[in-house]
C-alpha cells in the first residue's frame, strides 16, 4: 500500500495533464462565481485548484467510510468558505495553502497507518 500511494499521485498527475492547460478542477465556461472566475484567469490559481482537486480525490479514496464523509464534508465548507474571498485572488491563495495543508495532513495520517 506505501508504494500504491505515490503511485495514485502518479496517476493523477498524469492525467492532469493530459487536460487542457487552463482546466481548472470545473468547467470555465460555466463559471459564474467571482471566485471561479477569478481561479479561471489567472493560471496560479487555476494550479493550485488542480491540486487541490487531485489530493482531494485520492484522499477520498484512500481514507476508511467514516472519514471519507468528513473529508467532503469539509470540502464542501471549505468551497463556501473560498466563495467568501470572491475575486480577491491574495484571500484565493491563502485559502488554497489552507486547504491543500489540511488534505497533506489527511495523506500524512494515512501513511503513518502502514506499513503497507
Known sequence: MRRLIPALVLAATGLGAALPA????????????????????Y???NDQDVRVG???????????MGGRDAIMDQQRAWLRSRATC???????????????????????RVYRQGPF
Open 22 to 41: 487552463a482546466a481548472a478542477s470545473f468547467d470555465c465556461n460555466r463559471a459564474r462565481a467571482p471566485d471561479e472566475r477569478a481561479i479561471c484567469a
Open 43 to 45: 493560471r496560479p490559481l
Open 54 to 64: 487531485q489530493l482531494y480525490d485520492i484522499t477520498r479514496h484512500l481514507v476508511p
Open 86 to 108: 470572491g475575486a480577491n485572488r491574495a484571500c484565493l491563495a491563502r485559502s488554497y495553502d489552507q486547504r491543500l495543508g489540511e488534505l497533506n495532513a489527511v495523506m500524512e
